[in-house]
């Protein structure tokens, strides 16, 4: 089994830009997919951008251009790297693993004020 744990959220203006990272334990020669979700209040959880174990990267439209994610296989680590952000990226952002099974981590919560 696959535990994650993300860290690097907070609050910022609009314009800024912040670091999210997601590390790995357990049964990680299992992992295949990675990916950032993101989830307000009401509504359901969407995907943000997902990485393949070999690096193939996939975004959400709003976030094209903006956001970019990548791994580090040998850590077990995801990261990804919001610039430019927007209030309308304000939301609980989750790291999501495909390995075994799928497993969430807690959540890290991102707030853009105007």
């Known amino acids: 089994q696959v535990q994650v744990a993300e860290s690097g959220g907070g609050s910022v203006q609009a314009g800024g830009s912040l670091r999210l990272s997601c590390a790995a334990s357990?049964?990680?020669?299992?992992?295949?997919?990675m990916g950032w979700y993101r989830q307000v209040p009401g509504e359901q959880r969407d995907l943000v951008a997902s990485?393949?174990?070999?690096?193939?990267?996939n975004y959400a439209d709003a976030v094209k251009g903006r956001f970019t994610i990548s791994r580090d296989n040998a850590k077990n680590a995801l990261y990804l790297q919001m610039n430019s952000l927007k209030p309308e990226d304000t939301g609980v952002y989750y790291c999501?693993?495909?390995?075994?099974?799928?497993?969430w981590g807690q959540g890290t919560q991102v707030t853009v004020s105007p």
């Open positions: 999501g693993v495909l390995g075994l099974g799928f497993t």
């Open positions: 357990g049964s990680t020669f299992s992992i295949n997919a």
């Open positions: 990485i393949s174990r070999r690096g193939s990267t």
